[in-house]
């Protein structure tokens, strides 16, 4: 299976992005999907998860309210909306799977798949 994230850009305080994650294989859909994102110096963290059935997801604290994951198994395709954007998620943001798994997972050791990350910058 290999990830491929787009979407990320430049922009101001408040403002919305929408960040894709494209996957090789149909076998995606029996897996779980995250996101996470990594700030400059700092390990990365988990920001979003959802399941393979598309059930509710799991959102850091940090981001519940603003962000909506969701995921397109037909297109084997997920997405993260982002809404209300502050300077403080400016990161590089990575698509993550856990292949054959059901369980939403915050750990970032927990996923086996890793797309190369996408530069979201949030001016204030």
């Known amino acids: 299976v290999q990830l491929q994230a787009s979407g990320g850009g430049l922009v101001q305080a408040g403002g919305s992005l929408t960040l894709s994650c494209a996957v090789s294989?149909?076998?995606?859909?029996?897996?779980?999907l995250a996101w996470f994102r990594q700030k400059t110096g700092k390990e990365r963290e988990f920001v979003a998860a959802?399941?393979?059935?598309?059930?509710?997801?799991i959102y850091d604290d940090s981001v519940t309210g603003r962000f909506t994951i969701s995921r397109d198994n037909a297109e084997n395709t997920a997405s993260l909306e982002m809404n209300s954007l502050k300077p403080e998620d400016t990161a590089v943001y990575y698509c993550?799977?856990?292949?054959?798994?059901?369980?939403?997972?915050?750990?970032?050791?927990?996923?086996?798949?890793w797309g190369q990350g996408t530069q979201v910058t949030v001016s204030s």
């Open positions: 993550a799977a856990r292949t054959s798994a059901t369980v939403l997972r915050r750990d970032r050791y927990a996923y086996n798949v």
């Open positions: 294989e149909r076998t995606f859909n029996m897996g779980v």
């Open positions: 959802i399941s393979g059935s598309g059930g509710r997801p």
